[in-house]
């Protein structure tokens, strides 16, 4: 596989447990992050590789490229036979953030 020829992390990037596997230069949307544009980021590392080496530990480093909206989702409720229906939008709000640095510790 290519993919695991250069530094790979998985990293948690939000408190709510999203998980993302990263390289360096990668471009990840992830839930909106309270920082600035151009704010630098840390994330936690759950697990990464290094060529042949494994590690459970280390440091990746983004920044904060843009914040957006995703696309519309839209929520139908219907009930039988009540002529009941609604309909509700709703838009994550996101955080554009570039990868810059995979740094990995300790081996396993």
Same mark, same amino acid.
Request: charged fraction near 25%.
């Given at each position: 596989?290519?993919? +695991? +020829?250069?530094?790979?992390?998985?990293?948690? +990037?939000?408190?709510?447990?999203?998980?993302?596997?990263?390289?360096?230069?990668?471009?990840?949307?992830?839930?909106?992050?309270?920082?600035?544009?151009?704010?630098?980021?840390?994330?936690?590392?759950?697990?990464?590789?290094?060529?042949?080496?494994?590690?459970?530990?280390?440091?990746?480093?983004?920044?904060?490229?843009?914040?957006?909206?995703?696309?519309?989702?839209?929520?139908?409720?219907?009930?039988?036979?009540?002529?009941?229906?609604?309909?509700?939008?709703?838009?994550?709000?996101?955080?554009?953030?570039?990868?810059?640095?995979?740094?990995?510790?300790?081996?396993?």
């Amino acid at each position: 596989m290519n993919i +695991l +020829l250069s530094m790979t992390a998985v990293v948690r +990037l939000h408190k709510n447990g999203s998980q993302y596997l990263v390289n360096v230069g990668d471009v990840v949307m992830c839930h909106r992050l309270h920082k600035n544009v151009g704010d630098e980021v840390n994330f936690e590392v759950l697990g990464g590789m290094n060529e042949s080496e494994m590690s459970t530990s280390g440091k990746v480093v983004g920044r904060v490229l843009e914040h957006g909206k995703g696309k519309k989702v839209l929520v139908f409720k219907k009930l039988r036979r009540h002529n009941h229906r609604k309909c509700n939008g709703y838009r994550a709000c996101l955080t554009k953030v570039v990868i810059e640095k995979v740094e990995l510790k300790g081996n396993t």
